[in-house]
């Protein structure tokens, strides 16, 4: 995969054009390939803007040195239910002659391969200083017993492994409801003591969850549909506090039980049944998908894609009696402004990317459009930050853990075991995957001036290991990063020093966050489609994962540009993707 995607960081004053996307993240990259993939436009009437000096977004891959494979500093799979992203990268089947072989959409090679989830046996689980294996519950069970913990969980909870208790607390509010039970009881199941079954598919999920009633008759959320209960709230109610803080730790994401939207959140924790889906990545870098876009617009005569020029306002009032609107840039290399007309607008940008345009501008002047300022505020910004470390061999491999993740109540939450250069046995751990109230106690370790000391490695020079000095990890934070790991772990393996490093905040702007959730009390199925456009007289745009149905997954993103692109661009639904794919509200 070619990843060095020309890109101009200079001007082109009162350049005019039809169309111009803010934002070369994942759903500006494929508004701007569909647009002029389908002769929509010419690409020199569509062009990309980002003030950043790389495309991507929120995905962003790298190569340690010493090491011949990607590691993953934002988005790192997807799932094989989801349509968009697998024909994209997968290529779209054909039959011929009884074999099926899947035909390359865009440019270069993006090798799919399984995103390896580990053995549950041997991954571990550490909790309120106890160690045991992942599916120690699971065990437990199949010899007739409940696994004991120091979590004081209600009888009826007692035993439940942190996944069978989501399902049991989202099977529970579900078959409580009539309404849900007359019409849609046939697709829930419970199918032993600790099991249950959903097979609801994103289409019947969107008819379920603006409807759904809360009806326990002791609790203050009685009566109150599940859309306007925060989830924390309703955890609590079902299985107590104690309960709570058992799915928090052992769930691995505090992300998950935050007090977002119920309603949303159920499908979220039971996953889209209508097929079995399967994680995977791209052996060459998860942000290949971005490149391969990049890539096949700029194939095309006059596309262009202006990085490091940030868009600080636009307006209507100007002299230009051919286009609409007047766009001020600031280019960041020369610190000078310059104007760009266009007569449609596409903003494919995060809530925190939109909170930092003019706010007092013709668009979102809360005077003018209220409606839109509580609406762009209807998504609670996750912070997400993540460490990788280099070390000279796999030392998680003495414990026999091959590949996937051990979670923790420790402030790392998680560490994903990458992989090993099988040249010289340098390997690759996620070292961290903060989330949500972990945040503090990393930020006052991010914020030290001492940053961590690269030291050489087999295939890997000290030259090589300095040119990476701006982005390594402070010496306290791996100095913490490494007391919870050999914490967790516990004695049976010693774990050495890395020596290499490579950190990134996705809460320091442009991004604010590294995915989102929608707020209790919000109606997602009007907020949705009004962010696609949300002034009727106005031709602009808003897309991207933020206000998906599908947070935290480059699928969301490319399904609400790919609903704006049809609704008001007059575009076919692509070729290559299955009509009976359903893209949500």
Not at 183 to 205: A, G, H, P
Not at 247 to 258: C, K, Q, V
């Amino acid at each position: 995969m070619n990843k060095n995607t020309p890109l101009n960081s200079g001007k082109h004053p009162d350049l005019k054009i039809e169309v111009a996307i803010i934002g070369a993240g994942t759903s500006g990259l494929y508004t701007a390939y569909r647009l002029v993939q389908d002769k929509k436009f010419k690409a020199n009437q569509v062009q990309i803007f980002d003030m950043n000096s790389k495309l991507g977004g929120r995905l962003e891959s790298v190569v340690l040195p010493g090491m011949d494979f990607w590691g993953e500093l934002g988005g790192m799979r997807y799932l094989t239910s989801q349509d968009i992203v697998t024909t994209l990268i997968e290529g779209y089947p054909v039959t011929e002659g009884g074999v099926t072989k899947r035909i390359p959409i865009l440019s270069g090679t993006m090798t799919p391969e399984p995103f390896p989830m580990g053995d549950p046996s041997k991954l571990l689980m550490y909790l309120r200083k106890e160690r045991c294996k992942q599916d120690a519950w699971n065990v437990a069970q199949d010899a007739g017993k409940k696994l004991q913990t120091r979590y004081y969980l209600n009888e009826d909870d007692f035993g439940f492994s942190s996944d069978q208790l989501f399902n049991k607390i989202i099977y529970d509010v579900l078959m409580a409801d009539p309404w849900f039970v007359k019409n849609y009881s046939d697709k829930v199941e419970k199918t032993s003591e600790y099991d249950y079954s959903f097979k609801i598919t994103s289409r019947e999920w969107d008819d379920i969850k603006p409807e759904l009633t809360y009806l326990f008759d002791n609790s203050p959320y009685n009566k109150r549909k599940v859309n306007d209960i925060g989830f924390w709230n309703l955890i609590k109610d079902q299985v107590s506090q104690e309960g709570y803080e058992f799915l928090a730790n052992a769930g691995g994401y505090y992300s998950n039980t935050i007090n977002w939207n119920s309603a949303e959140a159920f499908p979220y924790m039971v996953g889209d049944f209508s097929s079995n889906p399967v994680y995977k990545t791209i052996k060459e870098g998860y942000d290949s998908i971005a490149y391969a876009l990049a890539n096949t617009y700029m194939e095309n005569d006059g596309a262009c894609i202006w990085s490091e020029n940030k868009l600080i306002t636009f307006s209507k009032n100007h002299k230009i009696g051919t286009h609409k609107y007047e766009l001020t840039f600031l280019n960041l290399k020369t610190n000078t402004q310059w104007k760009v007309y266009a007569n449609t607008l596409v903003l494919a940008m995060p809530r925190r990317s939109l909170e930092l345009l003019d706010q007092e501008n013709f668009f979102f002047d809360i005077n003018e459009n209220e409606v839109l300022n509580k609406n762009i505020r209807s998504v609670i910004m996750e912070p997400s930050f993540k460490i990788l470390m280099g070390f000279p061999y796999p030392w998680w491999k003495e414990l026999g853990i091959d590949s996937g993740h051990s979670i923790t109540d420790l402030p790392m939450r998680q560490c994903y075991y990458f992989g090993t250069d099988p040249n010289n046995d340098n390997s690759m751990l996620l070292g961290s995957y903060g989330d949500m109230e972990t945040e503090t106690f990393w930020k006052a370790l991010s914020d030290d001036k001492i940053l961590f000391e690269v030291k050489p490695a087999k295939s890997a020079s000290l030259k090589e290991l300095l040119q990476l000095n701006d982005v390594q990890a402070t010496k306290m934070m791996v100095g913490e990063v490494m007391n919870q790991l050999r914490e967790l772990h516990g004695d049976d393996v010693t774990i050495p020093e890395p020596y290499v490093t490579y950190f990134k905040d996705w809460t320091d702007d442009p991004f604010g966050a590294g995915y989102h959730a929608w707020k209790a009390g919000y109606s997602v199925k009007h907020v949705m489609p009004y962010m696609r456009k949300p002034k009727a007289d106005e031709q602009i745009h808003i897309c991207g994962e933020a206000y998906s149905d599908q947070q935290g997954w480059v699928e969301g993103a490319f399904c609400e540009a790919e609903k704006m692109l049809q609704e008001y661009f007059g575009m076919e639904r692509p070729f290559w993707l299955s009509p009976e794919y359903y893209l949500g509200w």
